[in-house]
């Protein structure tokens, strides 16, 4: 633990660099590296560059079973699937105009499809369960002669529940319409095999796995093959579908942690659902928790809890020392209850009562049970100046509880 800085809990928003990463990275910056540009083709420093570029495709090719043709790189999963959206409403415009999509996907996917519905496409809004799981039969259900793309991501970045894209891609592939997943929080969390899950395109981000910010990619499929327009024009890179002077050191950076991650993730998803376990468990005796989400359908490193009786952002003021959010980063400067937990049936007191918990390659024992204990304190000293929390709540909370 650093005395000096807050307890990083928030690996959902975002991971710390690698040491591992970041020295790979660094070799392709300056003159005795590989800075050269991957596309020239006339002497060696492009040769160099190039090779290393395609050695990283390789290896965010390999975490994922998948061609390293099939890999496009991208700024983020943002730009993954803005290109998988809009690139296949548009490419497919002629034969429809209607995307399914559900109510708790990350904001990349949400404005997204909203751009789109403001152009004239037909958008289906999936609500999912209870348990924020969005199930194959809504999916079916919702599909019309026009759909040309369903989007659902993998795993959620505030809830931690992972949908069965397995079961929803079959849906599409009878239906034959294009099959996007966001897989910006499974990645390296969660085995993945794109040789038979029937997915069409899936987008990745880096620095939810230890790798750099501003990094990512999207998987295409070849065969059957999905179909995109490109999005950004100029010297026709990656296919045609991204075009733009590759960043050598970002995309390394990234190799170098889907490498890792393939290694290590095993042991390391383990230790990470061993530290969660604990720290759940220390919370146990605290009344009016609430888990977000399916109980085990979900990534080892996250717990989403709401405190009945305590605001949240007080919870948060009231924890400076530990780093944490009350959802996803991109949401919190917004100051609404989260719309995940909305969809999921949350009243807006616990909505608003959230806290994400996210554990990762650092945290350690020690950290947990000091969090745990913090927690435990902050939300007792918080609920006695609460008139949230009288004694019938107490009551009925224990009752819940027990
Ligand atoms: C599920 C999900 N999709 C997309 C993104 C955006 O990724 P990036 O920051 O690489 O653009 C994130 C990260 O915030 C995410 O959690």
Redesign the pocket.
Known sequence: MDAQRPLYLDY??TTPVDPRVAARMSECLTRDGAFGNPASATHTYGADASALVETARAQVAALVNADPREIVWT?????A?NLAIKGAAWFHENRGRHIVTSRTE?K??IDTCRWLERRGWTVTWLEPGADGRVEAEQVRDALTAETIVVAI?H???EIGVINDIAAIGEVCRAHGCQFHV?A??SAGKLPLDLQRLPVDTM?F????TYGP?GA?ALFVRREPRARLEALIHGGGHERGLRSGTLATHQAVGMGEAFRIAAAEMPEEQRRILALRERFATALSKLPGVHLNGHPTERVAGNLNLSFAGVHGDALLLALRDLALSTG???NSAAGAPSYVLRALGRSDALANASIRFSFGRWTTEAEVDHAATRVAEAVDRLRALSPLWGDTAIDTARKVAS
């Open positions: 959902m928003a700024s983020g999963a943002t730009e699937d990350h990349a996917v991501m795993v959620n970045n966001d910006a929080q987008a981000s880096a620095h939810k910010k990512g996803s980063a991109c």
